[in-house]
């Protein structure tokens, strides 16, 4: 989304890759990503994602093909555990962004699939739901070069200085854009390692119901469930429901591990589905996915420019929400990058201290 950002404003842009667009050790592999306004007390990535939702909706008819499903989006507010669901309503309010709260009577009704035992509320956001991930990326990497930008597949290094080589060559140019996701960190150990931290995620897909179409995601809206460290997306062409659980900080060997998940997952996984998602119970699993997100200690993203290579502009730090974001944040980050003002105080590279749930927007 930079690329194609810099591209549009006039620039003469290389992308370079280690692999192929869409490849599924990227953080942006994998079908679809949840996208909801919902932010917490945080009004900047609440109004992001207003902006990116109508960003996503002209990309999809300009590519012609889809790319945003709005399902809708339900969060779980869990008894005494509630004050990023609280914060959000909140900011909701003030912002004038559509919104249902169903309490503990309502809910089985609205949303037969769930158990919501020891559940508060549920807020509802209509006007969200998924993007679809890796469609997005290979369709707007085609779009890029049909603009005229490059696509040239190469590792760029950085030596013991953080300076860029590619193919034994120092890197050159006007600007570099450094966005190599999880692997921004391991390139500069120095400037980067320090507020971010790699943490593995591993996903299972179930399959729905033989002859239902309840957890389809025209009956089921995507759900984040912070009480029990879950979220999920409802079935969308035939993947099955996806059920992300338990934020653990298992280690991840970027380049070496295999992307398979664990015989702990499925564990979690099926006992998540029996409190929360009784229906699921006894159907198999039909896909899985592994991978990984680069967190920050505040969950905010990181955009600077490295403090000795003028130049070049660091982007990454995704925190698990960055996706969504991604036309207004490409668009962000090329205005940053060509200076056409400054980067936001949230994204610089100091040092940066854990939120409390009702401050964080993440809520994590
Ligand atoms: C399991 C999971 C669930 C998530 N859920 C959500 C969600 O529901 N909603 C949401 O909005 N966000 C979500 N996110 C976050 C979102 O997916 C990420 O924020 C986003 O995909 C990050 O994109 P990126 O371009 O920064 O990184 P990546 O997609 O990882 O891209 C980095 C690219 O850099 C390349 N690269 C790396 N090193 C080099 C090098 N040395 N030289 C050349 N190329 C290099 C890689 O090959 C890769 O293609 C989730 C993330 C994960 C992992």
């Given at each position: 989304m930079t690329a194609l950002s810099l591209l549009r404003r006039g620039c003469s842009v290389t992308l370079i890759d280690?692999?192929?667009?869409?490849?599924?050790?990227?953080?942006?592999?994998?079908y679809n990503r949840i996208f909801r306004s919902i932010h917490g007390k945080d009004e900047m990535y609440t109004q992001w994602v207003r902006e990116s939702r109508l960003r996503w909706i002209e990309l999809q008819a300009e590519l012609g093909c889809e790319l945003y499903v709005e399902c809708g989006a339900l969060v779980l507010a869990a008894e005494g555990h509630s004050a990023w669901e609280d914060a959000t309503i909140g900011t909701f309010e003030k912002l004038g962004i559509p919104h249902f709260i169903f309490g503990p009577d309502e809910l089985p009704a609205r949303f037969p699939q769930f158990d919501f035992n020891h559940i508060a509320y549920g807020l509802y956001e209509p006007e969200a739901g998924m993007v679809m991930a890796q469609r997005a990326v290979v369709e707007t990497a085609k779009l890029f070069q049909r603009e005229g930008g490059k696509l040239k597949r190469g590792r760029v290094v950085t030596d013991e200085h953080e300076a860029l080589f590619l193919d034994g060559k120092p890197l050159d140019a006007d600007v570099i854009v450094v966005c190599t996701g999880p692997w921004l960190g391991e390139m500069y150990r120095r400037t980067v390692r320090p507020i971010s931290n790699i943490v593995r995620q591993n996903i299972i897909y179930t399959s729905t119901p033989e002859?239902?179409?309840?957890?389809?995601y025209t009956d089921m809206p995507c759900w984040i469930d912070h009480g029990l460290g879950a979220y999920g997306i409802p079935s969308i062409q035939g993947t099955g429901v996806k059920a992300a659980i338990a934020w653990t900080a298992a280690i991840i060997d970027l380049d070496n591990d295999e992307r398979v998940v664990d015989d702990a997952t499925f564990t979690r996984t099926r006992s998540y589905i029996q409190k929360r998602l009784p229906g699921l119970v006894g159907q198999r699993a039909v896909d899985q996915k592994a991978c990984q997100i680069a967190m920050t200690p505040d969950t905010h993203f990181i955009l600077d420019f490295h403090p000795v290579h003028e130049n070049v502009l660091l982007s990454g730090g995704c925190s698990g929400h960055l996706f969504k974001h991604g036309p207004v944040y490409g668009d962000f980050s090329a205005g940053v990058a060509l200076k056409e003002y400054g980067t936001a105080d949230r994204f610089k590279i100091n040092a940066r201290g854990k939120l409390s749930a009702g401050e964080s927007p993440s809520g994590r």
């Open positions: 280690r692999w192929e667009p869409g490849h599924p050790r990227a953080s942006s592999s994998d002859g239902s179409t309840a957890y389809d």
